[in-house]
């Protein structure tokens, strides 16, 4: 039955976690896979989250979430997205259900647009989160490319965006990510997104914005919600995938969130429940735990605010990381710039090293980091970062 079946490739992000595990050096370093790490190296529970954990131990009973997820989780996440006090959130015109996290968001995204405008396409950033692509063709969405990224001045291209959008016929979906862009780390700026959205409104296009990363950019989450909230103030109608793999720690749960912005409620409930149509032959429903541990975190004053006092301080580390990284190639007398490591933000830096660095800095020094050249500043600590930067050195210069 299946000797047709080739091995698949592997994952360029996950599979890096996989070489990583099996190398055996006393050496390595993990700058792969986007996971936060604390100085020690090591992955991290927050304090709120123990503390949601120990309330709701005993209370839970195992039964089914509904279709569409926790009525309260979803209630508390839209906040983050669209304001405490969103006007669309009060007339009931946002369909949202809970998602296997941003992964889970973005592809039930794809399946509604495929089923219900199957001849529409979506321009995707280059470069974008490698399983982006993965995603919407899986869906079988016609993919079309959005320039985003300068290599020379490793920052934004925005002329060749806003190209791009102009160019795009009327009416076309884009992908955005909401800050802190992965792999690159440059996101527009607040006039730049500004002049984004009112090209949109021109032009007629639909942004779906995937917001994995709320909270790393600037520290705060409200922050960071910027870009959505001036596309929601422009009066733009917006998909929204929302994750608390990154911002709650809570990876392995696969909690997350998406919304669409409707014309009316009538139009939100329709569109919900074809959102839990795709869901019930997928998964059924959602998994309980995470939900609940957001839901405890975020309906409570006292959790929310050590939530928020913890996310600026995985922020806070990252950003330390970042001068310290710069600091010590700038001190080895490394001949390029590296100015872009701080000029960056959230959780990764697009170093700019080739995939045959890359190649190098695995073969040579047991450091391990996706091809492209990006490094999750959430692996770097002060026990791990001169011997990376050394690495780089070397790798850069001989
Ligand atoms: C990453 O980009 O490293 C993360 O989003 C993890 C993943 O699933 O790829």
Redesign the pocket.
Known sequence: WWGHVEPAPKDP??GVTEAFLADPSPDKVNVG??AYRDDNGKPVVLECVREAERRIAGTLNMEYLPMGGSVKMIEETLKLAYGEDSEFIKDKRIAAVQALSG?GACRLFADFQKRFLPDSQIYIPIPT?A?HHNIWRDARVPQRTLRYYHPESKGLDFASMMDDIRNAPNGSFFLLHACAH?PTGVDPSEEQWREISYQFKVKNHFPFFDM?YQGFASGDPERDAKAIRIFLEDGHPIGCAQSYAKNMGLYGQRIGCLSILCEDEMQAVAVKSQLQQLARPMYSNPPVHGALIVSTILGDTELKNLWLKEVKGMADRIIGMRKALRENLEKLGSPLSWEHITNQIGMFCYSGLTPEQVDRLTSEFHIYMTRNGRI?MAGVTTGNIGYLANAIHEVTTS
């Open positions: 992000i996950l896979v986007g992964t989160w399983n992965n994995a999750s």
